[in-house]
C-alpha cells in the first residue's frame, strides 16, 4: 500500500512483512510461514545434507502436512530449489520413480560419494533432456559439478 493509498484510508500505519524462516516443532523443522520459501527448504536441505528427503518430507516441512496437492506443488518448485542450490554452489540430486517418473527424493550432491556423483551427472543429463534451464544456466550448472568432482 502506498504512502497515497494509507491516507486515503486513513491509516498512517505501514506494515512490513518478516522473511519466513525455519522453526522447530516438536521434532520437524517447519517453515514459519507454513508456504513454500526456497531459503528455507534450501537451508534445511543443506542443514541435513547426508540424507535422502522424500517429496512428502518436503511438503510437510512448507506447508505443514502432505497432501496430494501440496507434493504436486512441490514437485513443480524443484526447479527454483535447484537454482537457489546452485547460487550456494550445493547441487541437488533427484530420484524419479515410478509409472509416471515423479520426482521422489531429493538430496544435496555430497562429491566425496561415488553415488552422489553419477546422481549429480545424471541430474545434468535429466536437465539437459527435459529443457529444464537454459543453454547458460546450464553451462554453470555443469561448471558447478566439475568444480565440484574436481575438488572431491
Avoid at 1 to 6: D, G, R, Y
Avoid at 41 to 66: C, S
Avoid at 104 to 124: I, M, S, Y
Wanted: aromatic share 6%; charged share 30%.
Amino acid at each position: 500500500m502506498s504512502e497515497e493509498q494509507a491516507r486515503i484510508n486513513g491509516s498512517t500505519k505501514v506494515v512490513e512483512r518478516t522473511k519466513p524462516t525455519l522453526v522447530t516443532v516438536g521434532k520437524r523443522r517447519i517453515v514459519s510461514s507454513f508456504r513454500w520459501n526456497n531459503d528455507c527448504i534450501a537451508d534445511l536441505l543443506i542443514e541435513k545434507h547426508n540424507r535422502w528427503h522424500t517429496i512428502a518430507d518436503l511438503t510437510r516441512a512448507a506447508y505443514g502436512q502432505t497432501t496430494i496437492k501440496g507434493k504436486q506443488r512441490v514437485r513443480q518448485k524443484l526447479s527454483g530449489l535447484a537454482h537457489t542450490l546452485a547460487a550456494r554452489e550445493a547441487v541437488l540430486v533427484v530420484t524419479y520413480e515410478g509409472p509416471h517418473n515423479r520426482a521422489a527424493q531429493v538430496k544435496v550432491a555430497d562429491f566425496d560419494t561415488e553415488q552422489d556423483r553419477l546422481n549429480a551427472l545424471d541430474r545434468l543429463k535429466t536437465m539437459k533432456k527435459r529443457r529444464d534451464v537454459s543453454d547458460t544456466t546450464y553451462a554453470k550448472f555443469v561448471a558447478l559439478v566439475e568444480q565440484k568432482i574436481a575438488a572431491a
